[in-house]
């Protein structure tokens, strides 16, 4: 019996999963990685009572740490953070279901197979808080891509 992700799913310091992340990478467990990585994106989110609001920081924290492992050092989403401190979750997830091309988000965590991490499918899954234009929007571009 594979125990791997029960000890993941258990973990609730993001520096603990970080490290179990760092080890999996070393020792080219990339099942591991990647159960380690959905978790810490989930522990990120659980500040929140609000579900999308929880989702979206778990979104958020998975483009961060895309970013983070494309660049080679830390980085965050500054120009999102920026948005988000301008507007609510639902108007940054609005917006970007509604742009004509996908973000850069989008994209990163569409190649890593990650589509459940992504704004659009947030829309969607919460179809009952946006119009229909924009969960139409959404659905579009995930099955576009």
């Known amino acids: 019996m ?6 993941i799913e258990r973990l609730e310091n993001t520096n603990e999963l970080r490290k179990v992340m760092a080890n999996a990478k070393a020792q080219k467990r ?4 990647w159960i380690a990585f959905r978790r810490l994106c989930a522990l990120e989110g659980m500040n929140y009572e609000d579900p999308l609001h929880r ?12 970013l983070t492992e494309k660049n080679g050092r830390n980085t ?19 917006d970007w279901a509604l742009s004509v091309s996908p973000t850069q988000g989008f994209s990163l965590l569409m190649q890593k197979g990650m589509s459940e991490l992504t704004a659009e499918h947030l829309v969607v899954k919460y179809a009952d808080r946006f ?3 924009v969960v139409m929007a959404a659905k579009a571009r995930l099955q576009a891509a």
């Open 2 to 7: 594979n125990t791997v992700p029960t000890f």
């Open 76 to 94: 965050k989403a500054s120009r999102t953070r920026q948005k988000l401190a301008r507007n609510s979750v639902e108007k940054c997830l609005e």
């Open 55 to 66: 989702d979206f920081h778990a979104v958020l924290t998975a483009y961060e740490e895309l």
């Open 30 to 33: 990339e099942d591991v990685y």
């Open 131 to 133: 119009t229909e234009n």
